[in-house]
């Protein structure tokens, strides 16, 4: 802790968080889940992590495409993997393959002669939750749509966080005109329906990962005005403040190293929950049809999939459970922080 | 204090994450419930104070324009009492018909603001024509009018009315019923813009030559059965019409007098509506119409939901059921009503003309314009695979760009198949040799990859197959799901690169003009959405268009079709050439189920797809039904029963 130099608060809540141990360990089990979202490639592919031939090792899966002939085979696209493993192990030459334990990208559609999809969980098959309508497997499907969706939650938050902490504070201490100015624009912009403005700007653009993002910042950055504005005049009116200002400290300097920090309480314990709501927002646009464009691996898309197709149980099933695994610890996480980083603590009412 | 304040933070925090999902649902889905509440009523008592009644202007005849005023000597009155009957002789009349729809009309009217929801289709095919098809022979057959004759202009075409004819009020049809029809048609009142557009321009004249004679003249020469098609429109009863600036509103829930066997009995508004059967209806003993139409009642019940419609139907509620889809057909269409007996699965096998399926490809994009490259895609394109596990092997690969118009179609073409030799080779001619990293040809740094623009969500599934298995032939379809209109528009105005959808076919023969000729290829909004143009192609559609010949005509439609298979900008997808459906046991057909022209095996009106006269064949066995349900009541079987009927299946 020594090393970080943390000021003495700090270190107070995070023993503080430490000791809720629900949220705690959520955040644990999150953040291990996040670190192998980022290394999905490696857990759930259809490329072999490690391929011996003929004496030579090769790694596919960050590497350029290997075609079929650079394994002996008859065809110049993507090798097969699977196919190849099967091959090296029937023809017991030596040669082998690594696959990883799921092993299956998001894309391919593993369809068989003689059976229709979707086709129930199998080990033997090691489609472990199933295959969704077009024979693709569902945990590729459901690892690589949290990965879209909490990259997509985090960049949502990133502006929507800039843009409201930055038009929060400057209404919190300017005030006036420039507050009551804002405050109606805020008002009025808030009026905008946000699903028609996705449903107009998807029937002309395919909305890509990025266009989604700007839309729903552009209609979604007022949420955190309200509040670091207020907390912003709170602590505006706080002595520390006027002795900055008596000390010749500049309006930025004054919101950026005083305020700033004193409010950061407000802005940690939204977090999560913005978060969580990101998630949501994304599978909802793509379970109505208005999210990201096809084949993108995605909840939302599954959760239509699975409600249209109940007699596959499993479809609707696995996203079900996943979802409000997700949402619960990040519910849980958030809970937590508000918790620990709450001033009132060792407040008590007489 | 402490505790409160937590647990109201918390359940606002997860209330506020939770229900954004839920809310946004509740805003889309609340549109639908107000829509199904606008089909209000509109009294009539109270617009009467301003109303205003119209006379309707003679029928205007511009310069060039005309029917002669004498009826012409010289004509050859035509009829067809040869072509075969189809309809059973063992077909017993009475009972009631239940089958549904999936909203309540907003309107009773056949022409003007929302009068194309599903229901007018009953209406439509209520009222006659003078002329109708037949189902086998695709020639026409008597309807209001008993003989017919063409004009020596080539586009006229002058008929007899049958003068027993009579509308379902006991009116008589009369010649001045037809040139009532294209006043009305013409008319502001009524507020049909295609209408009015469709009768000054494509039917140029009508007279009226005594009670039961009438001619028509249209914009065009045409052959003798496409005159028919253009020209051969139905009456309109002007004893029943007041025409007044009011008549949208006033005639909303007036329904219009029929000719055909139905008129609309006992409407529940929002519930269901009767279609009685008209008492002595004049066609009752008339050739091509006897045995038909025996139901004496058809209840149409409104069901929103196609899953609680399949749950009215097992339990009875409903006489038959649509089953063409592979889910319904392979997966829902099991249990004991199946498995005894009492419920019937039927599938018909039929030749009707085929939308034109498939990936139209854009010929000013460069790499498109180049023939070996569009050869190359339709060789890597999967079809056989999509057909053979999510479509189930139920559908079939549609051969060729336009299919389903008898002696017109040119059989001899069999569509360029899934081949990676083949595209390999053709990709190869025109230069794409390497791979790049993700094992997508390149050429000169360009890389073998299009967007494919396509605007129905439930064809995903098959496009994404297609992406996965044209990839191993190294080319890259990039999917781009568009709203429906967007997707039209985005082809209409030549912006796509691939369009995936179809054209919907219909009529006699098949159509070039509109997606071939080169006029359409220069211009947006018009439906050469492969932007191709081929002057000798150009010539030949022109002689096609202009020809009123038919062996001409097919002749030409065969060269016509090679040449669009020949150009390989369009690559043809799917056909469906059946229908499947299941009835209840009681529900009986004649020995040959259906017609090469039905669109549906159980359908009571005159026309079940087109313009064929091939449906109203089924009845009901009021006897067969008490035993059945009887049978039901004490789990009696009669052996489960499909029936297929493939005497009409196109062999490819």
Sequence with gaps: MSVLNLNPQTIKQLKRFRSIKRGYWSAILLAVLLALCLVAELLVNSRALMVSYEGEWYFPTYAAMNPGTTFGLDYAYETNYRELRQTFEEEDEGNWVLMPPVPYNAFENDLRIGSYPPAPPSFEDQHYLGTDTTGRDIVARLVYGFRIAIAFSGLLLTFNYVAGIIIGCAMGYFGGAFDLLFQRVIEIWSNIPFLYVIMIVASVVVPSFLTLVIVMAALGWMQLTWNMRTSTYKEKGREYVSAAQALGAGNVRIIGSHILPNTIAVIVTFVPFSIASGITFLTALDYLGFG????TPSWGELL???????????IVTSVVVAMVIVLLMVTYVGEAIREAFDPKQFTYYE | M?????FRMRDCRLCITLSIFVSI??????????EAIDAEEVGTSEIDDDLEVVELPPIAVAEGDGLPDQLPSDLEWLTNDSDPEFASVDAIQGGTFRTTMSTFPLTLRLVGPDSNGSFTGYL?????????????????IPAIATHWAFGSDGRSIYYRINPNARWSDGEPVTSDDFVFAVQFMRSEQIVAPWYNNYYTDRIRDVKAYDEYTYGVQGADAKPMDEMHYNYGFGPKPRHFHVMSNKWVEQYNWSPEPTTGPYHVGEVSKRKYIDLDRTENWWANEVRFYRNRFNPTRIRIKVIRDVNTAWQHFLKAELDTFGLVLPDFWHDKAQGEEFDNGYVRKFWLYNQLPQPSQGMYMNTNESMLSERDVRYGIAHALNFERVINTILRGDYERLPTFQLGFGDYDNTSISPRTYDLVKAAEYFERAGFIERDDTGILVRDGERLSFVVSYGQSHHTDRLVILKEEAKKAGLELELQLLDGSA??????EKKHQISWGGWASQGLSPRFWE?????????TQTNNITAWADPAMDELIMQFRGSSDLAERIELAHVLEQMVHDSGVMVPSFQVPYTREAAWRWVRVPKHIGTPTSGSIFNTQANSAGIFSSGGLLWIDAGIKE??????????????????????????
Excluded at chain 2, 2 to 6: N, Y
Aim: glycine content about 6%; some cysteine; proline content about 7%.
């Design chain 1, 292 to 295: 990201l464009p096809p084949p």
């Design chain 1, 304 to 314: 239509s999939q699975g409600t249209n197709q109940l007699q596959a149980p499993w």
């Design chain 2, 2 to 6: 402490k505790l409160i304040k937590h």
């Design chain 2, 25 to 34: 649902l509740l805003m889309v889905g609340c549109g639908q419930v107000e």
């Design chain 2, 124 to 140: 439509r095919y209520n009222n006659f024509g003078p002329v109708s098809f037949h189902p086998y022979t695709r020639r026409a």
């Design chain 2, 487 to 492: 997707a039209f528009k985005k082809q209409q």
């Design chain 2, 515 to 523: 997606h071939f000729h080169s006029d359409n290829a220069k211009r």
């Design chain 2, 627 to 652: 035993e059945t349900l009887e049978a039901k009541r004490n789990g009696e079987s009669f052996g489960a029963e499909t029936i297929i009927q493939n005497d009409y299946r196109t062999k490819i």
